[in-house]
């Protein structure tokens, strides 16, 4: 007897959205112009994410993490994960 070959595949990542992303607003450009100067100083991807994120916390869960990618150089899964943690730490300051 042989075994049914029963891989599954994996599911389309959830972040991928159909919705295109608008970067354009000057707060987000304000934003990942800065994460990108902290970055060009040496400082880290959290450093710059989390002064990016002071300036856009009100945008969107979709808008932030995109803005991570491009002003602190995050992938979209690292840039989600330092969404969840600056959200994170921002609610326990309240």
Known sequence: MTKANTKQTAPESVATTDTPIDL????IQQAIATGQAIIKEGKTKADAARAMYAT???EPKE??????VQGATLTEKGALTYWYNCKRKAAKKV
């Open 24 to 27: 354009n607003k000057p707060v």
């Open 56 to 58: 856009i916390r009100d």
């Open 63 to 68: 808008v932030v993490v995109a803005a991570f």
